[in-house]
């Protein structure tokens, strides 16, 4: 697999493509001969499909029926490193290699050439005529801040015809120019801008300068709580990178970070960085995909995917909030992108950092064993100090029914109103109420394709399955008994929450912040700013406002309901919980004022609960080591997870069972096998949900024996089967 090896004209050569074909297929170099690891189109039926020249072709058929490849793309060819890596990440995550390629090569039209394009932005001209679908298209340019769209991507962002924006470019609403395509991003200077940093955060730096100098694979742990300046100190990182001419990669857990975060860089480094997530328009996805090849985009800002991107020089990686669940993919091939960009990183010499205020256990696991290097922030940047936390005993307060604020946490916000600060109220639950009832028969309305309760958004005026996006209109009577005007909401959710405080405090200036209340990333990003500049007075926000938004007006924390996430039978419930809490305390009095949380609980003795009180993390996370250990789970263990999904139950039930009696290849590593079991939510888009559940010693080869265990069936083609190594859901 060398990048050196070329193939001259004739020449028999394997050829992977992204299809579904879990094998190389063999073709003849074109003219002109071509390299390893070239970009290609070749001929697969009637179709022409991209693909990459893996190595030599295999032959051992009739060289006179072999199809030539049809040409060589110019895009620069997927480098050694990729390669391996991709064949790794293929056989950690069990997964063919063909869709690991299809990962790796996620930008459309690639196969273009590059040349000049039409594209459409936002004109100066008003509409004689506002109809729906022209405002469509008017929002859609303004929502992406003025990036230029072709017009078939504009047509399916704005979901119009193509007719529709022409006649607005008629009328000069829009107006079309030509643009080459794939231009290189504007050279960024690592010393365009730097802060005096304090004696700790100087020497956190010194140590990743050096060791991003070094040219080596290692990885570090950045701990330090929200407010200890880890961004600042991995930016001197990256400007190390860029010193050293190589690229460097920020990944990040949501689209609602990188607005702030982008800006943030560009103060830093005098130039915006190449961005990569779903919010990004196609044309500017393909254009950071061919330059991350040609080395002319220096740093990447994106989500989880963007570590697939085809870099020509990788020299660092930061996974910031390293924790977060996000970065596990839970659909389609099952990867926790964290791990895998240690794996990329070792296999080309890069560096990791792992930034969080509360890692992983796993991650701080392989701190604790030395595997990772631990570098630390202890305090605050400035004047800001940790906030005060104090738990609510809601066994001693009196609150109506239907509601959910203590008279104390009401007073608490009251009074920081009053002062002109701002008060956040955490809830983790969208939607109106998390459960309907018929208060005539008791019937709960339950999701109709999958086991999951249905969920009140009442600003929509719709039940919503958080599990799988089924909606459907609040009906007027019970679906069960028929009764009318029986259906009640039970339990809290962020709009129920709203109301309340609209009620309790009619005064004040109240925004809400949940990921289905906004239409597009911009208007969220509005939203962010509008509070930052001190725009409202309460905030009310579910899991996303516990990500890295600087609110420097925000001294008053409430959660209100930290026992939400205790129960359950996930293993890293406590760990989740400790996160969380201590992620959303720490909004609090980011700047100079003290800030204080305060947790409403009915278990304020409960081990998480004091532990995130008393601030004492490192015996949070020894005792949950302990149980883990104790347990032979992951990170002490190895887990895996098997789901068989089908329409019909039997099918399902009987297969898994059959599973678990013949599991000899698992037994001879000593693996066990639990289950099968209904997966918790069992039933999904109308498929029936068995899990299997393997259980392992840390240094056993696994993946060769499930793969040896599964091989024993014959799987009914209705049946999917999903391996999901290191599952971090149990659902
Ligand atoms: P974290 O990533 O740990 O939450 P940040 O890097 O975002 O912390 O820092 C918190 C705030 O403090 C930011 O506004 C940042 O610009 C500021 N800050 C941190 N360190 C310094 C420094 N040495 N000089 C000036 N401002 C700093």
Redesign the pocket.
């Known amino acids: 697999m060398s990048d050196q090896q070329f193939f001259h004209e004739g020449a028999l050569v394997a050829v992977l493509t992204a299809q579904p074909i879990d094998r190389f297929l063999d073709y003849k170099a074109p003219c002109g001969g071509c390299m390893a690891g070239a970009f290609v189109e070749v001929p697969l039926g009637p179709r022409k499909v991209i693909g990459v020249v893996w190595g030599a072709g295999k032959g051992g058929f009739d060289l006179k029926k072999a199809r030539s490849i049809i040409r060589v793309l110019d895009v620069a060819p997927m480098r050694g490193e990729l390669q391996g890596f991709l064949k790794r990440a293929a056989a950690y995550t069990m997964t063919p290699l063909s869709l690991m390629l299809r990962l790796a090569t996620r930008a459309p039209g690639l196969g273009d050439s590059p040349m000049m394009r039409k594209v459409y932005r936002l004109g100066a001209g008003e509409p004689d005529r506002v109809t729906d679908a022209r405002r469509r298209v008017i929002k859609a340019l303004g929502d992406y801040g003025g990036l230029a769209f072709t017009l078939g991507e504009l047509a399916e962002v704005a979901g119009v015809t193509s007719s529709v924006i022409k006649g607005l470019v008629k009328q000069g609403v829009v107006v079309e120019e030509n643009s080459p395509r794939d231009l290189p991003y504007p050279p960024l200077e690592p010393d365009f801008s730097s802060?005096?940093?304090?004696p700790d955060?100087a020497d956190v730096v010194a140590v990743m300068r050096s060791d991003v100098a070094s040219g080596t694979y290692g990885t570090s742990l950045l701990k330090?709580v929200?407010?200890?300046?880890?961004?600042?100190v991995y930016l001197e990182a990256v400007a190390e990178c860029l010193k050293q001419g190589r690229q460097a990669l920020v990944l990040l857990p949501e689209i609602a970070l990188t607005a702030e975060f982008l800006k943030r860089v560009e103060a830093r480094f005098g130039a915006k960085p190449g961005e990569w997530h779903s919010g990004v328009t196609m044309t500017e996805r393909r254009r950071l995909w061919k330059m991350a090849g040609e080395g002319a985009v220096q740093l990447v800002v994106g989500a989880r995917s963007a570590l697939f991107l085809p870099f020509r020089d990788l020299g660092l990686v930061v996974v910031d909030e390293e924790h977060d669940t996000s970065y596990k993919q839970e659909e389609g091939v099952l990867y926790n992108a964290r791990d895998m960009v240690v794996l990329r990183a070792s296999l080309c010499s890069a560096q990791v950092v792992l930034a969080s205020a509360t890692p992983s256990l796993e991650t701080w696991a392989n701190a604790e064993a030395g595997k990772y290097k631990r570098l630390e922030l202890t305090a605050r940047?400035?004047a800001a100090v940790m906030p005060e936390l104090r738990a609510i005993d809601l066994r001693n307060e009196n609150i109506p029914m239907g509601r959910w604020i203590s008279p104390t946490l009401r007073d608490a916000v009251a009074a920081r109103v009053a002062q002109g600060e701002q008060a956040m109220l955490f809830i983790n639950r969208r939607g109106y109420a998390p459960t309907t009832v018929c208060r005539a028969c008791g019937h709960q309305i339950g999701c109709d394709h999958c086991d999951a309760r249905m969920v009140e958004h009442r600003l929509q005026k719709r039940l919503m399955c958080h599990q799988d996006g089924e909606t459907k209109p609040m009906p007027e009577v019970c679906p069960s008994c028929e009764v009318a005007g029986k259906l009640a909401a039970v339990g809290p959710g962020v709009e129920r929450l709203a109301e309340e405080v609209a009620a309790l405090f009619p005064e004040a200036r109240v925004a809400v912040l949940s990921s289905d209340l906004f239409g597009s990333a911009r208007a969220l990003k509005e939203q962010i700013e509008k509070i930052a500049a001190g725009g409202c007075d309460i905030i009310i926000g579910t899991q996303m406002v516990a990500k890295g938004h600087?609110f420097p007006l925000l001294t008053l924390v409430g959660v209100v309901d930290a026992d939400l996430g205790l129960q359950g039978s996930d293993m890293r419930a406590a760990e989740r919980t400790f996160q969380l809490m201590r992620q959303v305390s720490g909004r609090a009095g980011r700047v100079e004022k003290k800030g204080l949380a305060l947790l409403q609980t009915t278990q304020p003795d409960h081990p998480v609960i004091r532990a995130i009180l008393s601030g004492d993390e490192e015996s949070f996370w020894q005792a949950e080591a302990r149980e883990r250990e104790a347990a032979g789970v992951p990170p002490y263990g190895r887990m895996a997870g098997i789901i068989l999904s089908c329409e019909d139950a039997a099918v399902v039930f009987d297969l898994a069972a059959d599973m678990a009696r013949r599991d000899g290849p698992l037994r001879a590593i000593s693996a066990q096998v639990f289950g099968p079991a209904p997966a918790p939510i069992s039933r999904v888009r109308g498929r029936h949900r068995v899990r299997l559940l393997i259980k392992a010693d840390k240094g056993v080869a696994l993946q060769g024996a499930i793969k040896a265990w599964v091989a024993q069936f014959r799987v009914p083609n209705s049946v999917r089967v999903a391996i999901d190594i290191d599952p971090q859901s149990f659902l």
């Open positions: 802060v005096d940093l304090t955060q330090g929200t407010g200890s300046g880890k961004t600042e940047y400035g600087n």
